[in-house]
Structures are given as structure tokens and as C-alpha cells.
Nanobody, 123 residues
Framework: QVQLVESGGGLVQPGGSLRLPCTAP????????VGWFRQAPGKEREGVSC????????YYADSVKGRFTIARDNAKNTVYLEMNHLKTEDTAVYYC????????????????WGQGTQVTVSS
């Protein structure tokens, strides 16, 4: 069982920024693909960004391209989702996972999930 832990969520105004870390105590994230998904109230969970374990190839959803950045810090065993120019439609619970499959064009959901962190974009 892989334990994933997200944090960094909060309330931010439109146009603001947040950085969400995903860690995995006892599990070396550097060797694996890691993905960020989000779920807004009444909507299905959707992929936001994923980074592949073998070569760090990255997927971004069209809705976040140019605004969000995914990156590893292997020294800290952490994968970050840097979110800039936030919009009200980015409001959701954000989860990290180890996706079964990811390419620059797609990212699948994984078996293991963190508890999620709430991001609210509102004025």
C-alpha cells in the first residue's frame, strides 16, 4: 500500500498562485509516474498534470496549460504542482496518485490516492 500525502491547498483570489506538494513516506517517488487530479463538486475527477517515471515526460490538461507546472524534487521525495493565474473554475479538491499509464497526451487514474487538498479560488 502506497501512502500519498497532499498539502498546500487554501483560499486564493483569482489570478493568485498556490503550490501543492505530494509526498509518499517510505516510497521513492523519483522512480514512478506521479499525477495530479482534481474533482469539483458535482463533477467527475479529471486529470490535471502527470509526470512519467521513466523519462519525466509531462501531460497537462488543456485547461491548465501555460498556468500550471508539475515538477519533481527528488531530494525531498516530493512532486509539486505549481498553479499560477488561478481561475474560479480551478476550485476543486486536488489529489495526487501514481497513474497506471501516462504520456504527454493522456494520463490515467491510479490505484493509490492521497486524502486530497481543497483549493478554492474566489474573490
Amino acid at each position: 500500500q502506497v501512502q500519498l500525502v497532499e498539502s498546500g491547498g487554501g483560499l486564493v483570489q483569482p489570478g493568485g498562485s498556490l503550490r501543492l506538494p505530494c509526498t509518499a513516506p517510505g516510497y521513492t517517488l523519483a522512480y514512478y509516474s506521479v499525477g495530479w487530479f482534481r474533482q469539483a463538486p458535482g463533477k467527475e475527477r479529471e486529470g490535471v498534470s502527470c509526470i512519467r517515471g521513466t523519462d519525466d515526460a509531462i501531460y497537462y490538461a488543456d485547461s491548465v496549460k501555460g498556468r500550471f507546472t508539475i515538477a519533481r524534487d527528488n531530494a525531498k521525495n516530493t512532486v509539486y504542482l505549481e498553479m499560477n493565474h488561478l481561475k474560479t473554475e480551478d476550485t476543486a479538491v486536488y489529489y495526487c496518485t501514481v497513474p497506471f499509464y501516462t504520456t504527454p497526451q493522456t494520463c490515467t487514474q491510479g490505484e493509490y490516492w492521497g486524502q486530497g487538498t481543497q483549493v478554492t479560488v474566489s474573490s
